[in-house]
């Protein structure tokens, strides 16, 4: 069954800087278009940006030039370095994957992160 599982939040500093991991399992992800949602209390869930299956890449204006979304295909694995979190970062961020032959889509369980002083 294939799933997607992330790992790497927690609390950190304003200013300061993140990792996320997506391990996926299960399926062929190397043709799947890959990405990072996330959801705040109170809010709809939102992109935070997606790596096509070819490499190209998309990002929401509010993390455009801190945020950067890498893959692994080898490893099949999802990154999101996150630097210059600022305290509206804060929420819980999601894995995401859509295959675009079948329009297929997966998502992660979630891993919270708290940007805080």
């Known amino acids: 069954q294939a799933q997607l599982v992330e790992s790497g939040g927690g609390l950190v500093q304003p200013g300061g800087s993140l990792r996320l991991s997506c391990a996926a399992s299960?399926?062929?992800?190397?043709?799947?278009?890959m990405g990072w949602y996330r959801q705040a209390p109170g809010k709809q869930r939102e992109l935070v940006g997606i790596?096509?299956?070819?490499?190209?890449?998309n990002y929401a204006g509010s993390v455009k030039g801190r945020f950067t979304i890498s893959r692994d295909n080898a490893e099949n694995r999802l990154y999101l370095q996150m630097n210059s979190l600022k305290p509206e970062d804060t929420a819980v961020y999601y894995c995401?994957?859509?295959?675009?032959?079948?329009?297929?889509?997966?998502w992660g369980q979630g891993t919270q992160v708290t940007v805080s002083s």
């Open positions: 995401y994957a859509r295959w675009p032959v079948t329009a297929g889509t997966l």
């Open positions: 299960g399926s062929i992800f190397s043709i799947a278009d």
């Open positions: 790596m096509s299956h070819d490499g190209r890449t």
